[in-house]
C-alpha cells in the first residue's frame, strides 16, 4: 500500500506520536507513507511527499503536528473534491490515515463515500468525539488546565482572591470539566448545564462565611450563563465556527461576579497554550496504539471506520456513526460528581 497520512483542525499534543506509529506500522509490512501537509489544503495544493521511518525519528516528544494542520474544508473549495481525488492520484496514494476531529472526519467520510480507503483517528484536545472513551491531545491539555489551577490557587490564597479561568471546549465541557475537577475548582461551567450567575455568587459568599476567602473557578469558553449574553465575534472558519474566546465569557463571569459579591476578582484565558508543548505519557501512548490500530485497520481492508479507545481496548466504529453521534457531550453525573467538591 502507499499510505497518504494527514492531520486536519487545531492541532495538539500527541498528533506526532500518531504519525510516528503509521509510519513504523507501515514500514514493519514494507508499505510506504506519505505525508500530506496541512490537512485537507495538501490534498488540494498537491502538498504531499513520502516519510520514511528516519523522518519520524525524535518525534514522539514533540508537540504540535510535523505534517502542518489547517481548517480547510473541500466542500467549500471550488471543485475541491475533484482536487482532491485528483491528487490522490498523482501521488498513487492508494489508502488514508485521517487524524482529526469531526470536522475532518467528516471530509473522510465524504471520501470513503466517494470509494477511497481510508481510516480515521480520533484528535481533539475538546475530547467530544463520538465512538472513543479519549482523544488524543485531550491529556496533554486537561494536565496544562489542572496545572494553571494549582497555579492560580498560590497567587488566590495570598490575595484573597477570587480567580477565573477561561479555558478552550467548543461544543462540550470536557476541558473544563476534567481539567477543574484534578484541578480542585469550587465552581465549573459547561455549555452542557445552565448555571445562574446567581447561584455561583451565592456560593462564592457561603465559601466565605467558612472562612474560605479565596476560590477558583473554572469557566467553558462556551459556558451557559443566562444573565451573561456574550456573543461569538468575527468570522467563521470553513465549517462555520465562530472563534469562541472573542466571547470573552471569563471576563464577564469575572466582573460580574465582583459586582455581585464585592470580592477582588482576576480572570485567565488560557487560550493555545491548552494545545501546546510535549504530550503527556497517555497521549503518547495513545497516539501510538491508535496509529498502529489505524494501519492494522487498513491491512484488514477496512474503510470507512475510525479506531477508538474503550476501556482499555482499541477497536473501530464507523464514521457514519461518528459523525452522525458528535460532538459527544459531557455526561451530567459527571457534572454532578464534580459539584460535591464546591
Ligand atoms: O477544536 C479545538 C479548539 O481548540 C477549540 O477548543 C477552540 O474553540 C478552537 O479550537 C480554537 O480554534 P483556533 O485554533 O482556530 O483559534
Redesign the pocket.
Known amino acids: 500500500m502507499n499510505i497518504g497520512v494527514l492531520t486536519g483542525?487545531?492541532?495538539?499534543a500527541g498528533l506526532n506520536a500518531a504519525i510516528r506509529a503509521v509510519v513504523r506500522r507501515a514500514a514493519q509490512d514494507k508499505h510506504t507513507v506519505i505525508g500530506i501537509k496541512n490537512g485537507w489544503l495538501g490534498l488540494i495544493d498537491n502538498d504531499a511527499e513520502p516519510i520514511d521511518v528516519s523522518r519520524t525519528s525524535g518525534i514522539l516528544s514533540a508537540g504540535g503536528t510535523r505534517l502542518g494542520t489547517s481548517?480547510t474544508n473541500p466542500a467549500k473549495v471550488e471543485q475541491g473534491y475533484d482536487k482532491v481525488l485528483e491528487n490522490l492520484r498523482k501521488n498513487k496514494i492508494d489508502s488514508l490515515v485521517v487524524i482529526g476531529?469531526d470536522d475532518t472526519l467528516s471530509v473522510a467520510l465524504e471520501l470513503h463515500k466517494r470509494g477511497i480507503k481510508v481510516v480515521g483517528i480520533p484528535k481533539?484536545?475538546?475530547n467530544d468525539v463520538y465512538g472513543t472513551d479519549f482523544c488524543i491531545g485531550f491529556d496533554s491539555a486537561v494536565s496544562i488546565v489542572m496545572d494553571a489551577c494549582d497555579k492560580l490557587r498560590t497567587t488566590a490564597r495570598s490575595h484573597h482572591r477570587v480567580m477565573v479561568l477561561e479555558v478552550?471546549?467548543?461544543t462540550a465541557g470536557w476541558?473544563a470539566l476534567i481539567g477543574g475537577m484534578a484541578g480542585g475548582a469550587d465552581w465549573i461551567l459547561i455549555p452542557e448545564i445552565e448555571v445562574s450567575i446567581e447561584k455561583v455568587a451565592g456560593q462564592l459568599k457561603r465559601r466565605h462565611e467558612l472562612g474560605k476567602d479565596f476560590s477558583i473557578l473554572v469557566v467553558s469558553?462556551?459556558a451557559n450563563v443566562p444573565e451573561i449574553q456574550a456573543e461569538a465575534k468575527g468570522s467563521k472558519?470553513a465549517f462555520g465556527?465562530e472563534?469562541?474566546?472573542k466571547r470573552g465569557i471569563g471576563d464577564a463571569v469575572s466582573r460580574e461576579l465582583e459586582k455581585r459579591t464585592g470580592y477582588e476578582t482576576r480572570v485567565t484565558v488560557l487560550g493555545?497554550i491548552?494545545?501546546g508543548g510535549s504530550p503527556t505519557l497517555t497521549d503518547r501512548i495513545l497516539g501510538t496504539r491508535l496509529g498502529v490500530a489505524a494501519v492494522e485497520s487498513l491491512l484488514k481492508n477496512q474503510s470507512g471506520v475510525m479506531v477508538g479507545l474503550h476501556g482499555n481496548a482499541i477497536d473501530t466504529v464507523s464514521l457514519e456513526e461518528v459523525i452522525r453521534n458528535s460532538p459527544r457531550k459531557v455526561d451530567p453525573k459527571l457534572y454532578q460528581l464534580a459539584s460535591l467538591f464546591y
Open positions: 483542525g487545531g492541532d495538539c481548517r476531529g481533539t484536545m475538546d478552550m471546549g467548543r476541558v469558553e462556551a472558519d465556527h472563534r469562541l474566546e493555545h491548552q494545545r
